[in-house]
Nanobody, 115 residues
Framework: QVKLVESGGGLVQAGDSLRLSCTGS????????KAWYRQVSGKEREWVCT???????RCADSVKGRFTIYKDNAKNTVYLQMNSLKPEDTARYYC?????????WGQGTQVTVSS
């Protein structure tokens, strides 16, 4: 089983930065790629960024150049550094690990960006 715990969300102003953290338990988390998704109430969950097990990183076009995903294997933690935040980045952000066709999610952390 995998347990994911996100933290770091909050209320910020446009242009500010935040760093989200997701700490996971178990070898599934440590050995597999990890991702961040976000969801606005009433809308589908949207992929944000992924870091593969080998370290390759990619992000959605909507956040490219502003968000960076990186991991600290020693701490079993994946981060999402978010810079130049915009009101449209307001959402609940979720950490994700996929393994053998199963999706594992944390409880999410809310990010609210005021204009």
């Amino acid at each position: 089983q995998v347990k994911l715990v996100e933290s770091g969300g909050g209320l910020v102003q446009a242009g500010d930065s935040l760093r989200l953290s997701c700490t996971g338990s178990g070898t599934i988390f440590s050995r597999n790629g990890k991702a961040w998704y976000r969801q606005v109430s009433g809308k589908e969950r949207e992929w944000v960024c992924t870091v593969a097990s080998g370290g390759a990183r990619r992000c959605a076009d909507s956040v490219k150049g502003r968000f960076t995903i990186y991991k600290d294997n020693a701490k079993n933690t994946v981060y999402l550094q978010m810079n130049s935040l915009k009101p449209e980045d307001t959402a609940r952000y979720y950490c994700n690990v996929q393994f053998l066709g199963n999706d594992y999610w944390g409880q999410g952390t809310q990010v609210t960006v005021s204009s």
